[in-house]
């Protein structure tokens, strides 16, 4: 994944080299996220993502997820000094929702935490949270010891654990038949443990785009018995396995904004994480794209109250960036709402970048448009700036485009009609073709999308 051959070169050196991070981002041809390991559709996209509102959806995450495996008697009292959530109780076989952030209190990652054991956790996600937290584990005097297992984008081997998700309203029946009926009862956010197949299996019960669902993982060796049990019976329940193109899509449905940039590139106190970085991790060859344009990188920053974390915090203790967040959280400018982009405009916006040889329109790639590791599209109202547009898709359920969001707060009511500049001006990136900046109408509807709007049929 480096940029490059020769020796590693630091962020920090790649960022002052390139005259700022704002033109390093800008100027990475890196496009956007590639699932590795797995095809990008098995049967169509289209069924595929309707699947999951439909029947059942097997969706493959055994390949792009990083672990960061955590062993010691103080991990939790580790953890405490970075991730701004509660922690007692944190029972073994639960798992959380941990957020990180930098000491200016904006956000730098979000990841679930496992815990497995007594004194085994894991972190699994992007590898945002794995690297920050990897960083801080290989210098703190606490009984913490990490170790990280890069996804198939780095290292392509056996990997700890396969994992695999079930998710739509026949995802328990089909767990029931799957387990012999010995399925035991998981609360939301536990950890379950029985057998598939004669192999042991763990899951953890959660839910995505409004509907059940449960996470499930085991011995590496173990997933292709595993794999045709779940095949094999989920025939009668309509299953669809789901392939990269209709993964992609999950997040917007779901109003999960799954990668925001990290706040780690502008202060001097992540200095000396950005001298520890280098370019063989994703922070320092990722590329940013879209048409919000400023010289700051802050600007492209955002903060956990806005995207919707502001219920997790403990604010009984002390963390990084407290005191910063606590004065984010008491003058909240921006909220997290989903845009439904305006048919007409994207067909024209469409059509125009096919056929349009002197005015085309940036292409859009269905179901996911996105060209740059980092979307940043600037929303306007009446011509000024009132948001951020961060992760858009074809809602394949939703019949819709629509993207993730964060507004002005006097901006989110729903039904609020907004302006998306779709494209990059003054691209400096070979992975953008010309175009022209052009205007399309969206509307503010809630986040997530799915649970409020399609499960209901009402906006």
Do not use: C
């Not at 493959?60 to 970075?82: A, C, K, N």
């Not at 200016?104 to 497995?116: Q, V």
């Amino acid at each position: 994944m480096a940029a490059g051959g020769g020796a590693p070169r630091s962020l920090e050196t790649l960022i002052n080299e390139a005259g700022g991070a704002v033109k390093l981002l800008r100027g990475s041809n890196i496009g956007p996220y590639v699932f590795p390991g797995i095809r990008p559709e098995f049967t169509n996209w289209r069924d595929e993502v309707q699947s999951w509102k439909d029947s059942v959806a097997l969706l493959e995450q055994s390949y792009h997820m990083t672990e960061l495996h955590l062993r010691g008697r103080d991990v939790i009292p580790f953890l405490s000094q970075f991730a701004l959530n509660k922690f007692d109780p944190f029972q073994v076989r639960r798992a959380k929702q941990i957020v990180l952030a930098g000491h200016d209190g904006n956000y730098i990652a979000d990841a679930i935490l496992f815990r497995e054991e007594e004194e085994f956790f894991r972190v699994v996600g992007a590898p945002f949270a794995s690297d920050w937290l990897l960083y801080n584990a290989q210098g703190t005097s606490l009984d913490v010891s990490a170790e990280k297992n890069d996804n198939w984008s780095v290292r392509q081997a056996p990997r700890d654990v396969f994992r695999l998700q079930l998710q739509g309203p026949q995802a328990l029946a089909l767990m029931q038949e799957v387990t012999g009926n010995t399925l035991p009862e998981i609360k939301f956010f536990f950890i379950g443990e029985f057998q598939i197949a004669g192999k042991n299996v763990r899951a953890l019960r959660h839910g995505m785009a409004g509907t059940p669902g449960f996470e499930l993982y085991g011995k590496w060796e173990d997933q292709q018995a595993v794999r045709e049990a779940l095949e094999r019976t989920g025939e009668k329940y309509g299953m669809r396995k789901i392939g990269a193109l209709a993964y992609s899509t999950t997040a917007q449905e779901s109003g999960w904004m799954p990668m925001p940039l990290p706040a780690i590139y502008h202060s001097a106190e992540m200095k000396p994480y950005r001298e520890w970085l280098n370019n063989y991790y994703l922070e320092s060859i990722a590329s940013l794209g879209g048409s919000l344009v400023s010289d700051r990188i802050e600007d492209y920053y955002v903060d956990p109250i806005e995207v919707g974390y502001g219920g997790l915090v403990d604010w009984n203790r002390d963390f990084i960036g407290r005191a910063a967040l606590k004065e984010k959280a008491a003058n909240q400018k921006r909220t997290k709402v989903t845009l439904v982009w305006n048919d007409d405009d994207v067909a024209a916006t469409v059509k125009a970048s096919l056929f349009d040889n002197e005015k085309p329109g940036r292409f859009m790639a269905l179901p996911t448009p996105m060209y740059a590791t980092f979307e940043s599209d600037a929303v306007l109202k009446n011509g000024k700036l009132a948001g951020v547009s961060q992760w858009s898709a074809y809602s394949a359920n939703a019949k819709r485009f629509i993207s993730l969001a964060l507004v002005n707060v006097e901006d989110a009511i729903p039904g609020t009609e907004l302006t998306v500049l779709w494209g990059e001006p003054d691209s400096r990136r070979r992975t953008v073709d010309r175009h022209e900046v052009r205007e399309i109408r969206v509307t503010v509807a809630p986040a997530p999308y799915f649970d409020k709007v399609i499960k209901t049929g009402q906006q």
